[in-house]
């Protein structure tokens, strides 16, 4: 069973799932951490936020974002290769995403 979840079976093997409320810790605990922030750090974030005027809080708000961006780039929602000549990244895929950053 998962988190807030118990399970059990009767003598006809049915399983009864019964959910209840997970605690904040449990719901906290459950997500895993993976900062994904020092490749694109290496990659030129840093000049990249200066370079387009985007705002940023200190060294802590840019490894946040960082991980962000990493994050879209594992799911193959950037491009992990490839610049136009501009600079900009190539993609070859224009569908409209809508992508939320939950923090604490």
């Known amino acids: 069973p998962s988190i807030g979840t118990t399970s059990r079976q009767n003598e006809s093997n049915d399983t009864t799932i019964t959910m209840t409320h997970p605690t904040t ?14 490749d694109e750090i290496h990659r030129g974030l840093k000049t990249s936020l200066d370079h ?5 809080g200190g060294p802590k708000h840019i490894s946040q974002q960082g991980s962000i961006v990493g994050h879209l780039r594992k799911r ?10 501009d600079g900009r990244s ?7 995403r809508v992508v939320l950053e939950v923090g604490p």
């Open 25 to 38: 810790e449990e719901m906290y605990n459950a997500i895993p951490l993976q900062d994904l922030s020092a």
């Open 52 to 56: 387009y005027k985007i705002r940023s």
């Open 76 to 85: 193959g929602l950037l491009p992990s290769t490839g610049n136009c000549s």
């Open 90 to 96: 190539e993609t070859t895929d224009q569908k409209k």
